[in-house]
C-alpha cells in the first residue's frame, strides 16, 4: 500500500524558533493535508492543499504541496508552547481515503 | 466542530469477549471512517463507510466489523477481542464539498486484557 515518509520524527526547539518538516511518498496524491495532535484528543485539520505548487498559510503555519506531487511541507514560524504536539501529514487521492504519515512529536522549551 | 462524539472514551475488556464502539454525528454527512493509532504507526484505516449500509475495509481490516444502519452512527465491532486490539480508536467524518479532508472525534481509549 501507500506509504508517507515523515520527518523528522521529532524536534525539540526554543520558544521563537522556526520550525519545518516534511513528508514524502512514493506515490502522487491529489491532496495533501496537515492536521495537529495534543494528548488526549483526536487530530485537528490546521491546512488543506488541492494543487501541486500551492502555497497555504494558517496564521504561522505554512504548507506547500510539492510540484511532482510526492510531497509537502509544513513550517511554522516564531514557535510558541502552545505548538506542542504530533503534527502528521496525509495525502488523499480520488477514493476518499487518506494515507497517514507517522508524525512529528514537537516539543517547544519556553 | 464536525459534530462528532465517540463512546464510550474509554473501556477496559477481557480477552474473548465482544466490543463495540459507536460513533455519532449530527450533520447528515455521507462518510464515515473508523482509524486505529498505536505507538509508531500513526493512524491506519480499519473501515469506512460511504453511505447507510454501503461500507469496504481499509488496511487493518481483519478482527473488526462495522455497521451503518443510519447515516449518524457508524458502529465498530471487534467480535472477540484480543490484546493486539488495544489501542486508541478515531472515528472521522468527510465533507461532501471537500471530501479529502477529514475532521475527526475524540477517541475512544481501549484496553483489552
Known amino acids: 500500500g501507500q506509504q508517507l515518509n515523515q520527518s523528522p520524527q521529532s524536534m525539540f526547539i526554543q520558544e521563537g524558533e522556526d520550525v519545518s518538516m516534511n513528508c514524502t511518498s512514493s506515490?502522487?496524491?491529489?491532496?495533501w493535508l496537515w492536521y495537529k495532535q495534543e494528548p488526549g484528543e483526536g487530530p485537528v485539520l490546521l491546512i488543506a492543499l488541492y494543487k501541486a505548487g500551492e502555497l497555504t498559510s494558517n496564521g504561522r503555519l505554512t504548507a506547500q504541496f510539492g510540484i511532482t506531487r510526492k510531497d509537502s511541507f509544513l513550517n511554522i514560524s516564531a514557535s510558541i508552547p502552545s505548538d506542542v504536539g504530533i503534527y502528521f501529514c496525509a495525502g488523499g487521492g480520488s477514493n476518499y481515503k487518506l494515507t497517514f504519515g507517522k508524525g512529528t512529536l514537537l516539543t517547544v522549551n519556553p | 466542530d464536525a459534530g462528532i462524539t465517540q463512546s464510550p472514551r474509554h473501556k477496559v475488556t477481557e480477552t474473548g469477549t465482544p466490543v463495540t464502539l459507536r460513533c455519532h454525528q449530527t450533520e447528515n454527512h455521507r462518510y464515515m471512517y473508523w482509524y486505529r493509532q498505536d505507538p509508531g504507526h500513526g493512524l491506519r484505516l480499519i473501515h469506512y463507510s460511504y453511505g447507510v449500509k454501503d461500507t469496504d475495509k481499509g488496511e487493518v481490516s481483519d478482527g473488526y466489523s462495522v455497521s451503518r444502519s443510519k447515516t449518524e452512527d457508524f458502529l465498530l465491532t471487534l467480535e472477540s477481542a484480543t490484546s493486539s486490539q488495544t489501542s486508541v480508536y478515531f472515528c472521522?467524518?468527510?465533507?461532501?464539498?471537500?471530501?479529502?479532508?477529514?475532521?475527526f472525534g475524540p477517541g475512544t481509549r481501549l484496553t483489552v486484557l
Open positions: 472521522a467524518i468527510s465533507l461532501r464539498q471537500s471530501y479529502n479532508e477529514q475532521f
Open positions: 506515490s502522487i496524491f491529489n491532496t
